[in-house]
């Protein structure tokens, strides 16, 4: 992830304003499977070094970034594209499309939080007593992951909903 100390998140042409090469550098670079960002009208984009995706629509420019990534990778991109913490630029390392490794950019931490091959599939383990609690839908980005936690945490008595306030885990994306 890339923050850039500003008072707002720039935008893909903001970042191509100031860093002209920055962007086009990351594309071509052989680790790097695609970066993803806002352009200037608020439309998530993922951009490859050969074509480039709109989150929002699907529609693709020459060569679509996300096919080694599989049918899920435009969707949660997209979520996390666009949340209000997200940063102003993602930078996501290529897949092997054989093995399904992808590359970790920081040493001995390995590639947690990225897009694509086997790692990007979590199991949950839980105890037969909370089975109630889990959705039946697919558990989907860490935000609708920790609702599913704290669900848990208030069935077993060790959380509570303040009066007055909304609770934690709770709102429009909560049940997604």
């Known amino acids: 992830?890339?923050?850039?100390?500003?008072?707002?998140r720039l935008t893909l042409e903001d970042l191509q304003e100031r860093w002209p090469k920055l962007i086009p550098g990351l594309c071509a670079h052989e680790g790097i499977g695609f970066i993803a960002g806002v352009d200037s009208s608020g439309v998530p984009w993922a951009i490859g070094a050969n074509g480039r995706i709109r989150l929002d629509t699907g529609e693709v420019v020459d060569e679509d970034p996300l096919r080694p990534y599989r049918d899920h990778a435009a969707r949660?991109?997209?979520?996390?594209?666009?949340?209000?913490?997200?940063p102003d630029l993602y930078v996501n390392s290529r897949v092997?499309?054989?093995?399904?490794?992808?590359a970790a950019f920081e040493p001995l931490v390995g590639a947690h939080g990225g897009l694509g091959g086997w790692q990007d599939r979590a199991v949950l383990l839980t105890p037969r007593a909370l089975a109630h609690v889990?959705?039946?839908?697919?558990?989907?980005?860490?935000?609708?992951?920790?609702?599913?936690?704290?669900?848990?945490?208030?069935?077993?008595?060790?959380?509570?909903?303040?009066?007055?306030?909304p609770a934690e885990g709770s709102g429009p994306d909560a049940s997604h």
Request: proline share 5%; glycine share 6%; net charge negative.
């Open 76 to 86: 949660v991109l997209r979520r996390a594209v666009v949340m209000p913490e997200a």
């Open 134 to 165: 889990l959705p039946t839908e697919h558990i989907e980005g860490a935000d609708r992951l920790h609702a599913v936690l704290v669900s848990m945490l208030r069935a077993v008595g060790q959380r509570k909903t303040v009066p007055g306030q």
């Open 1 to 8: 992830m890339l923050y850039v100390h500003s008072a707002v």
């Open 96 to 102: 092997e499309e054989v093995t399904l490794d992808i």
